[in-house]
């Protein structure tokens, strides 16, 4: 029988006692032999996942959000513990991507009757250490809305919380000059938010932004978005989403970007986020782990 570890962020969009029961449940209705754990502080995911690694789990499961399963993530890279993803959080972005159910439940039953999948990770360094992302990270506009949405906001209103952080500040939105270094190509170019993206699907099934993005390439790839209106932003927005397509169109406002490893250098400090969760200021670095982290997805 195999051996899993619960960890549980209180505080996520869609983590009521009740939800964590029912996950439990079926988790050990499944064949598991359940650990669990319940997060107090950010920093306890990865703490508690290293604990389980240690002490021989198989797999880790994180019953939470995007910035919860990364924390996790970053304990498990290069070992054999597999992360489940039980989305409980309020855009559960990754598990999208990788079409596990939205439904606690339904995602418990997916991961488990499903296989394992070994995808790349993002890494970055900041003074406070490493930083990991299954989805993007990003500079600018995007960062401030996810450091100024209040978790009471998403535990009420989901992802339209973030939707009415970005009306609030898209009025006061401006480009900033960046110079970008990618694989060792250095370039200029304006950006009012910048993402590194690991996943094509930053609304899973609504909004994809490049067809080609794929989570086990061993390449991230990179927008620029230079806006200093909401208009502009809004103009930018648009034409991404005509480009998903897959054909490269560049504009004076939009760049795009592939590699291996990205230098972010703006002429001013913008606030970054990791899968939805605001972390520091630029610059950074970012480096991409092929193939890093293993995860339990659906078999089909």
């Not at 596990?100 to 999948?117: H, K, L, S, Y």
């Not at 360094?125 to 949405?149: I, K, N, P, S």
Request: with cysteine.
């Amino acid at each position: 029988m195999s051996r899993i570890l619960v960890i549980t962020n209180p505080v996520a969009a869609r983590t009521t006692e009740a939800a964590k029961e029912r996950v439990i449940g079926a988790l050990a209705l499944a064949g598991w032999t359940v650990d669990r754990e319940s997060t107090t502080r950010p920093e306890d995911t990865r703490r508690l996942a290293a604990a389980g690694v240690a002490d021989g789990v198989d797999a880790v499961a994180v019953f939470g959000g995007d910035g919860t399963s990364m924390q996790a993530a970053a304990a498990l890279v290069g070992t054999d513990v597999a992360l489940a993803l039980i989305p409980g959080g309020t855009g559960n972005v990754l598990a999208g991507n990788l079409r596990i159910p939205t439904d606690p439940f339904r995602a418990v039953q997916a991961v488990t009757t499903g296989r394992r999948r070994h995808i790349d990770l993002g890494r970055v360094t900041l003074a406070d250490g490493a930083h990991y992302f299954g989805v993007a990270c990003g500079a600018g506009v995007d960062a401030r809305v996810m450091g100024e949405t209040l978790p009471v906001n998403k535990r009420r209103w989901g992802i339209g919380a973030y939707f009415a952080t970005t009306l609030r500040v898209l009025p006061k939105l401006h480009s900033t000059p960046c110079t970008i270094t990618v694989d060792g190509e250095r370039f200029e170019a304006p950006a009012a938010m910048l993402l590194i993206l690991n996943c094509s699907e930053v609304i899973p099934g609504v909004v994809r932004v490049r067809k080609e993005i794929k989570l086990d390439d061993g390449i991230l790839d990179m927008v620029v978005i230079a806006a200093d209106s909401a208009a502009q932003a809004i103009r930018g927005f648009l034409r991404v989403l005509t480009n998903s397509v897959g054909t490269k169109r560049e504009t004076s406002y939009l760049r795009y970007a592939r590699g291996a490893e990205f230098r972010i250098e703006p002429a001013e400090p913008l606030p970054v986020q990791f899968d939805g969760d605001p972390v520091g200021s630029t610059p950074f670095c970012a480096q991409v782990l092929p193939g890093a982290l293993t995860v339990m997805v659906p078999s089909s």
